[in-house]
C-alpha cells in the first residue's frame, strides 16, 4: 500500500480527488497495489468537504512522513510550489505536478534532483491537459530524431480566435464572451499574451532535444494584436489564424524557438483544431508527422493526467526514468529570432499594391486599395522583413507556417 | 550490451534496419546501453545488401542463440510467425512485432506466455503504424475508464474515400488509382473488405477493457459498397464518408464492436482525417475525447514504432509490464450488432418521400425523386431497421456516428 499527498486543493486538486475516488478500483488494479490519499494541503477552511478529515495546513506533516511516498503538486504558480516540491524529493518522495510554470522554470534543476535521489519526478498534466504527450514523446518517439514541434497550446486564445473567425467578431468583444464564458480568467494576460504557451513549448524543447530552454529565452508575441481584418483576410486566402508554439532543431545545434499568432493552411491538421482544444504536431525523422489532440485543459482531463502519472510513480518505485534533460547554460543555444525563415503576411497602410510588390517581389496580393495593401510574401529572414517595414505603417506582420 | 535479431527483412525489416543505423547513437542513449542487430532471418537472396553478414535462414540459429535477448517479428502473417514467436518466447526473449494479425489472433495467448517467462511482447507497431496508440492508450490513460475507441484504421480505405469524395470518382476506378499509387496491393481484399481495420479494432478493444476479441467475433462491413452517390449525397448533408472501427464498453459489460463505413460530421475530429491517415479517437470518463493522428502505415513510421518498442524492452529487461489482456473465453462478450443503435442514412429505390417518411418518421430527407428517396433517420436498432427495410430495394444503409 503506497500513500499519497496531494497540495493544492482547487480546481485540479479535487479533481484528482474525484478521480482516485471514481475510478479507484482500476487505478489499483494498474498500479498494482493500494493507494491511498492520505493528506491534502489546503489553506481555504473546507469544513463539510467529504475530503475535510484528510486537510492539511502545515505542509511539513507531509514532507515529515516517510509514510508518504508520492506528492501530488497542484498548487500552481513558482512560490511556495517550488519549495515544497524541493523538499519532497530531498526526502526521497517522487513528485507529480501539473505546474507549467514550475516546469518551464526549474525542470532540469528538480529532475536532477530526483535522479540524485532515485526517485521520479513527472508532469504529464503540465502540457496538453489531459492529451498524452510528454510520455509519448519521450517514450514511444524514442526512435525517432525529432526535428519538429509545433502546437496550439493554449485553449483560451484558441477559443477567441476560433470565435473570431467563426463571427466575424473583434478581438475585445471576443475575450468578453470568453471571460463570461469561464473559458478566460478575470486577468487573461498569461493567457492572450502567450506566456501559458511559452511555459508549454518550454518543456517540450527541453524535453524533446534534453537541454533546458527558460521562457525568458523565447520570442514571445501574444493575440492581443490580431484584428478582425486579419483573420478573415486570412481565411479568403485559405488560412486560419492560431496561436502556435514552436520549436526547431537547426544543423546548427540550436534550436530556433517561438511563441506567435500564426497563419496555418486551411488543409493543415493544426488548422481544424478549434474552440478550447489544443493540438500538438510531433515532426519526427522516421514517423513524419504524428498530431495529438484534445482537450488541452479542465479539471477531470488534467486530473486524469495526474493520476495516471500517481500510478506510474508507484510502478516505477526505487527506479528512476529516462525522462530528462539538462540545464547546460543559455548561452548559444536559442537563435536569435530575426533569423527566423518564414513567409509573412502583411497588411501595409496607405502603400500601393506597386510599392508593395516592389519591396517584397514575389509575394501574392491579397487586397490593395488606397487605404492598405495586404500580401503573402515569400520566405524571408524575419529580420530583413523588419528592415524593410521600418518607416512603413504596418497593420499586420504575421508569420505563416507550413504544418 | 544486448544483441537482437529481426525476423523479416520485406519493408519493415529494411526500415528496422535502417532506424537502428541512422539514430543509433540516441537510440543507445535512451536504452541506456549498447544494442546490435546479430542475426536478421530472411529466405531470400541478400546478395549485395549492407547487412548481408547478419542475414540467416534457419529460425534454430537465433532461437538457441542465449545472447540475443530481444526478437523483432515483422514477417507478417499468422504462420510462421506465431510458432516462431512462441518460440521465442518460451526460450525467454521478448518480442516485438508490429503483425496485427499475430496480435489479433493470438495476443491473449502470447501475453500469457510472455508473463509465465518473465519476458515482455510489444506490438506498438501493429496498430497505427509510427502513431503512439497502444502504449498511451495503456499507460497515460491508466486513470481514466475508457468507454469508446472509434478510429480510421487502415489507410488504403481512407485514401479511397477521400478521393471519391474530392474527385467525385467512383469506387472501382479509385482503388485501380490507389493501386497505381502503391497505396494499395494488388489483392485489396483484408484493406477493402475491412479485415485489417478489424484486426486493429480488436487489438485495441482487447487492450482497452482486458478480454480478448477475436476477429470472426465482429460484424465486418468493407467500402466496396460505397458509391459515387453515397460519399456526394453525405457531403451535401454534412458528412464524410469513413471506414470506421469502433467499440464500445456497454452497461451490461459487454461490448459493442464493428468495423463498418459510416457517415462522420464535417465538424467532427474524425472528419478531417483525410488520404493515407490514420486517426484514433478514445473516449475516456475523464480526458473526454483525444485522438492521435499520423501516418497508419509506411516503412520509417512503423519501423519507429518497433524499434521504440525494441528500446523499451531492453529497459524493462527482467521485469514485466502491465500491458495485458487475458482469454476470458467467446460467450457472452460481444453484443449482438443488430442491437446496435445509431442513425442510418438510407438510399431507397422506387420509394416515395411519403412512403420513406412512414416507415421512418422523423427523418431528415436529403433527396427525392421517383428512383429514389435518401434519408437520414433518427437513432434506431440497427435490426429494427433491417426489418423494416425487408421486401425495400436498399440502394444503401450506412450507419451515422456522432464521434
Redesign the interface.
Known amino acids: 500500500m503506497k500513500q499519497i499527498a496531494i497540495m493544492g486543493y482547487g480546481v485540479v486538486g479535487s479533481?484528482v480527488a474525484e478521480?482516485f475516488a471514481?475510478?479507484h478500483e482500476?487505478?489499483v488494479k494498474?498500479a498494482?497495489e493500494e493507494l491511498e490519499i492520505k493528506y491534502i494541503l489546503e489553506r481555504r477552511d473546507c469544513t463539510g468537504d467529504p475530503n475535510e478529515a484528510k486537510i492539511v495546513r502545515d505542509f511539513e506533516q507531509i514532507v515529515n512522513d516517510p509514510a508518504v511516498s508520492v506528492v501530488v503538486e497542484v498548487m500552481g504558480g513558482l512560490h511556495p510550489a517550488y519549495d515544497f516540491v524541493k523538499a519532497c524529493l530531498e526526502q526521497g518522495k517522487s513528485v507529480v505536478t501539473s505546474n507549467k510554470e514550475l516546469v518551464a522554470q526549474a525542470g532540469a534543476e528538480l529532475l536532477e534532483l530526483a535522479r540524485a535521489k532515485n526517485v521520479n519526478f513527472f508532469f504529464?498534466a503540465s502540457v496538453g491537459g489531459?492529451?498524452?504527450i510528454i510520455?509519448?514523446l519521450h517514450?514511444?518517439?524514442?526512435?525517432?530524431?525529432i526535428t519538429e514541434i509545433a502546437g496550439i497550446l493554449n485553449g483560451t486564445t484558441n477559443f477567441i480566435l476560433t470565435k473570431m473567425a467563426h463571427e466575424g467578431a473583434g478581438f475585445d468583444e471576443t475575450l468578453r464572451l470568453a471571460q463570461q464564458l469561464g473559458y478566460a480568467e478575470r486577468d487573461p494576460t498569461a493567457d492572450i499574451e502567450g506566456l501559458d504557451a511559452c511555459r508549454k513549448i518550454c518543456i517540450l524543447a527541453s524535453l524533446a532535444f534534453g537541454r533546458h530552454v527558460y521562457p525568458d529565452q523565447v520570442a514571445v508575441q501574444g493575440i492581443t494584436g490580431i484584428s478582425r481584418e486579419d483573420v478573415s483576410l486570412a481565411a479568403f486566402a485559405g488560412y486560419a489564424v492560431k496561436l502556435i508554439g514552436r520549436v526547431k532543431k537547426l544543423e546548427s545545434g540550436r534550436v530556433m524557438i517561438a511563441v506567435s499568432p500564426a497563419l496555418i493552411e486551411h488543409e493543415s491538421?493544426l488548422a481544424?483544431?478549434n474552440d478550447v482544444f489544443n493540438g500538438i504536431l510531433v515532426r519526427?525523422?522516421?514517423?513524419?508527422?504524428?498530431?495529438?489532440?484534445?482537450?488541452g485543459a479542465?479539471k477531470?482531463?488534467t486530473?486524469?493526467?495526474?493520476?495516471?502519472d500517481?500510478?506510474?510513480a508507484v510502478?516505477a518505485a526505487g527506479t528512476v526514468g529516462?525522462l530528462y534533460w539538462t540545464d547546460q547554460g543559455r548561452e548559444g543555444y536559442v537563435e536569435d529570432p530575426a533569423k527566423d525563415e518564414t513567409a509573412f503576411f502583411l497588411r501595409l497602410g496607405g502603400v500601393s499594391q506597386e510599392k508593395a510588390l516592389a519591396l517584397f517581389p514575389g509575394s501574392r496580393v491579397l487586397s490593395a486599395s488606397p487605404e492598405e495593401t495586404a500580401l503573402l510574401t515569400p520566405v524571408l529572414e524575419k529580420g530583413r522583413v523588419e528592415e524593410l517595414l521600418q518607416g512603413i505603417p504596418t497593420l499586420s506582420n504575421i508569420c505563416v507556417l507550413d504544418y
Open positions: 479533481g478521480v471514481k475510478n482500476s487505478i494498474k498494482g504529464e489531459g492529451i498524452p510520455r509519448p517514450s514511444c518517439l524514442a526512435a525517432n530524431e491538421q481544424s483544431i519526427g525523422d522516421a514517423t513524419g508527422d504524428v498530431v495529438f489532440y484534445g482537450k479542465g477531470l482531463p486530473a486524469s493526467a495526474v493520476v495516471a500517481v500510478i506510474d510502478k529516462s
